[in-house]
């Protein structure tokens, strides 16, 4: 499995941005997607998720309502559209695939396979 993020950069606050996971090596339809962030000095945290052949959505309550995760069937790629940005919302982002699609997880050991990151930076 390899995953290939993408879609970073640098905006002000109250930009958008959106980052893509292009994914390959599997059938992706039988996988959960995430979406995580490591801010400077901070632990790597979860951001989003997604159940592929569902598209049933998981969200942290720092991103609801501003962020939205989905997937692309045709182009096994998952995005994370990111509206609202903020200062706060600087991170390398991270995305993330696991075959256990009965947990739709929020936490690091919830997935397999890690893409590289790609760098947010929101600025004030």
């Known amino acids: 499995v390899q995953l290939q993020a993408s879609g970073g950069g640098l905006t002000q606050a109250g930009g958008s941005l959106r980052l893509s996971c292009a994914a390959s090596g599997r059938t992706f339809s039988s996988y959960n997607m995430g979406w995580f962030r490591q801010a400077a000095g901070k632990v790597r945290a979860f951001v989003a998720s997604?159940?592929?052949?569902?598209?049933?959505?998981y969200y942290a309550d720092s991103v609801k309502g501003r962020f939205t995760i989905s997937r692309d069937s045709a182009k096994n790629t998952v995005y994370l559209q990111m509206t609202g940005l903020k200062p706060e919302d600087t991170a390398v982002y991270y995305c993330a695939a696991d075959p256990r699609v009965w947990m739709l997880g929020s936490s690091d050991n919830d997935y397999s396979y890690w893409g590289q990151g790609t760098q947010v930076t929101v600025s004030s």
């Open positions: 997604i159940r592929w052949r569902t598209g049933t959505t």
